[in-house]
Antibody, heavy 129, light 108 residues
């Protein structure tokens, strides 16, 4: 059973950096079949995928265009966790932040289907002075 | 980005009702469509992947159908624990995945 446990501050000042960590149990951040994501949810933007990191002989990083200039994700193999850093935050970055695992399944006909099968409990991050 | 539009935004139903939620994609996405259920204060939970495949341990009263641009999630007989918000998500444009705005299922 995979479990994801999130940690990090719930209040960040405008222009500063939002930092969250997601600790993994029951799987490995270096898994060759999974990827590790950050997703946020707010009333104004709904559910928004932010980025992911995964290992396939080397580390890969994919980021959403909306945050690409401000986001960094880092895996930590020693602690089996991964992190999110979002720079230069504004009140629009106020949201519930989730970490999640995505898995890929080949159900035939050449199709690779991705889905988020495990989620962390969420961290409410408020950007305010 | 591919836009996902759900309808209705909310609905009221009774225990035992058959409920159908629709999700429309702004372009054809084949069967690259997932459904999630979210209860207040909780993370989303995967119900259906690849448009119609039931995730492990999800009750069989949930089913998904559709392909291309139009998809449906059906709950054959609504149970008290099914009152929640449901989201569709396209997995066609990997990895720039997008979600619908949600459909809230409330008790009538």
């Amino acid at each position: 059973q995979v479990q994801l446990q999130q940690s990090g501050p719930g209040l960040v000042k405008p222009s500063q950096t939002l930092s969250l960590t997601c600790a993994i149990s029951g799987d490995s951040v270096s898994s060759n079949s999974a990827a590790w994501n950050w997703i946020r949810q707010s009333p104004s933007r709904g559910l928004e995928w932010l980025g992911r990191t995964y290992y396939r002989s080397k580390w890969y990083y994919d980021y959403a265009g909306s945050v690409k200039s401000r986001i960094t994700m880092n895996p930590d193999t020693a602690k089996n966790q991964f992190s999110l850093q979002l720079n230069s935050v504004t009140p629009e970055d106020t949201a519930m932040y989730y970490c999640a695992r995505d898995l890929v399944i080949d159900i035939g006909a050449g199709g690779l289907h991705y889905f988020f099968d495990y989620w962390g409990p969420g961290t409410l991050v408020t950007v305010s002075s | 980005d591919i836009q996902m539009t759900q309808s209705p935004s909310s609905l009221s139903a009774s225990v035992g009702d058959r409920v159908t939620i629709t999700c429309r994609a702004s372009q054809s996405i084949g069967s690259y469509l997932n459904w999630y259920q979210q209860k207040p204060g909780k993370a989303p939970k995967l119900l259906i992947y690849a448009a119609s495949s039931l995730q492990s341990r999800v009750p069989s009263r949930f089913s998904g159908s559709g392909s291309g641009t139009d998809f449906t999630l059906t709950v054959s007989s609504l149970q008290p624990e099914d009152f929640a918000t449901y989201y569709c998500q396209q997995s066609y444009s990997t990895p720039t995945w997008t979600f619908g705005q949600g459909t809230k299922v409330e008790i009538k």
